[in-house]
């Protein structure tokens, strides 16, 4: 799965005042004119910028493509409860059969059985497996997930967002991204 970026509409990379991205997946970016709006408000610093220009009568200036706030923003230290971070944790796969088309999620005990809605208690499946399985418990269904289901930290959405880049990364933002992974000799 890919992020839909487009290179002509010069996007900038947002960084945390400590230079790390505000996520990975989906990827911090302002579009420009958000970044021009966040420098004249005195609030990020320009780290990179693309040969592109825009101007007005009296006043020109290269687009931003790397800032970095100001201001620390506190990261959020639990994760929300959603059906695309749920997505995220599985990593885009059905647990089941392992496919990533027509992703929907299960209930691995069944709400019929008194399962809940929980991070412990769904996993991404495709729809086919999801309707195979239906309201019944993985061992009656003989499916069982390949990954417990679990609640995940925020580092653990971080590392698999990093999994699945935008479709379009700016040289000038290589610098910012994976920083922490091991450099090649």
Not at 33 to 40: E, G, L, N, S, W
């Amino acid at each position: 799965m890919t992020i839909a970026v487009s290179p002509q509409a010069l996007p900038a990379l947002v960084l945390n005042a400590d230079y790390r991205p505000l996520s990975y997946y989906p990827l911090s970016l302002w579009s420009w004119q958000d970044a021009i709006k966040a420098v004249f408000l005195d609030r990020v610093h320009i780290l990179a910028e693309y040969d592109h220009q825009v101007s007005s009568p009296s006043f020109s200036m290269r687009l931003p493509s790397v800032v970095c706030l100001k201001s620390y923003v506190q990261p959020s230290r639990h994760p929300a409860f959603t059906r695309f971070n749920v997505f995220l944790r599985d990593q885009f796969k059905c647990q089941y059969c392992g496919s990533p088309d027509d992703l929907t999620f299960d209930h691995v005990i069944p709400r019929c059985c008194g399962g809940q809605t929980t991070w412990e208690n769904v996993v991404a499946a495709c729809s086919p497996c999801n309707l195979r399985k239906g309201g019944k418990l993985p061992r009656l269904a003989g499916m069982f997930p390949h990954q417990k289901p679990y609640h995940p930290t925020v580092q653990d959405l971080h590392n698999n967002g990093r999994l699945f880049p935008p479709n379009y990364l700016h040289e000038s933002w290589m610098d910012y991204l994976y920083w922490d992974v091991e450099l090649q000799p």
